[in-house]
């Protein structure tokens, strides 16, 4: 007398067999042991052919960040990009009558300051690109020779002749 059939290989489980269950299907102890046995994909059922699905997974997060040489590129460029970002809100040069000063940083302020009676030179540098888009250096000389370099600057000629007149 079978009581039930299982639903993986379709044998009869006789009445001394303790049925089984696997995700929700009764099942006979030999393919409960089969399917317990770990992760091996789809098999066929020996009697009815049918695919039972034994095991799925999906990819882990990990799956976007296989390649190392990717993600340090991606957290360096974002972190460049964070740095620059900074430094151009951070950023502010002036011209008065008495000094030419460059003042930069969020948490750590420093600053850089000529008297204009020391100024002795002061020098654009722009090439096709720049010239484009109204940037270039401005490279200002003191009387002693030391040079500070102002890298792209906005409208370059106009600080120029700024630092020029205040002379």
């Known amino acids: ?21 696997w995700r929700e299907n009764i099942v006979c102890a030999a393919c409960r042991e089969r399917l317990a046995a770990g992760p091996r994909g789809a098999r066929e059922g020996p009697d009815t052919g049918k695919e039972v699905v034994i095991y799925e ?32 809100a951070t950023t502010r040069i002036s011209v008065s009558n ?13 600053s850089w300051e000529l008297m204009t009676k020391q100024v002795s030179g002061v020098r654009v540098q722009r090439g096709i690109i720049d010239r484009i ?3 270039g250096q401005v490279v200002v000389v003191a009387a ?23 002379c």
């Not at 007398?1 to 303790?18: D, F, K, V, W």
């Not at 990819?59 to 151009?88: E, M, P």
């Not at 008495?98 to 420093?110: E, P, Q």
């Not at 890298?151 to 205040?166: R, T």
């Open 1 to 21: 007398m079978q009581l039930e059939r299982c639903s993986n290989c379709g044998a009869g489980i006789g009445a001394l067999e303790t049925p089984m269950v």
């Open 57 to 88: 997974c999906r990819h882990h997060w990990v799956y976007f960040l296989q390649s190392k040489v990717i993600v340090l590129s991606v957290i360096t460029l974002g972190l460049a990009l964070i740095y620059y970002i900074l430094v151009f």
């Open 98 to 110: 008495k000094r030419v000063s460059r003042r930069w940083g969020l948490i750590a302020r420093d």
């Open 133 to 135: 888009l109204d940037t």
């Open 144 to 166: 002693g020779g030391a040079k500070e370099v102002l890298l792209a600057v906005a409208n370059p000629s106009d600080l120029q002749n700024a630092i020029l007149e205040s």
